[in-house]
């Protein structure tokens, strides 16, 4: 039975940016934090439902069709971050963006702000998109898109 009464917030959230097939241990390093992340969206796993036409037992009559998953896909995945003009982090990924290079991504939510107990994400891809917004009463802001290349896997930081 799942313990219910735990509960995590997506405020201890980061995102690392690293090179292709680089392990965890490496991308998710201070020196490949691009920034703290202030909303994530699209971290879908999915699969295509294939419906066979014979019958699930091979009996004649039983009335029920074979489903099998198909297909997988994943993402693509947005993620909002506070935008610092000029930081180093930052140039990096604008540069992963104009480059369409491919990149190891992974994010890192933390059940504490200390991070401790984190859960990760690791995914291969290339920034899809670069867009800074900002108000005149915000934060600026930027937001990504990764296109990934295949799915995700959810690592262990050793």
Do not use: C
């Not at 999915?46 to 009559?61: I, L």
């Not at 993402?75 to 540069?95: E, K, Q």
Request: aromatic share 8%; hydrophobic share 40%; proline share 2%.
């Amino acid at each position: 039975m799942a313990v219910t009464n735990q509960r995590s917030t997506g405020l201890a959230t980061r995102i690392f940016m690293g090179d292709v097939g680089a392990l965890i241990t490496v991308v998710a390093a201070p020196a490949n934090m691009i920034a703290y992340v202030s909303d994530v969206s699209g971290l879908t796993n999915s699969a295509s439902t294939v419906t066979g036409s014979e019958y699930a037992n091979g009996t004649a009559g039983s009335g029920y069709t074979l489903n099998k998953a198909g297909v997988k896909s994943a993402g693509p995945v947005t993620l909002v971050l506070s935008y610092v003009t000029n930081d180093a982090s930052m140039l990096r990924l604008r540069n992963a963006y104009t480059s369409s290079s491919s990149h190891s991504f992974v994010v890192e939510m933390g059940d504490t702000e200390a991070f401790v107990g984190s859960q990760y994400v690791q995914m291969t891809g290339s920034v899809g998109s670069f867009d800074i917004s900002t108000g005149s009463d915000s934060l600026r802001q930027v937001t990504i898109r990764i296109d990934i290349e295949g799915g995700f896997t959810y690592p262990v930081k050793a």
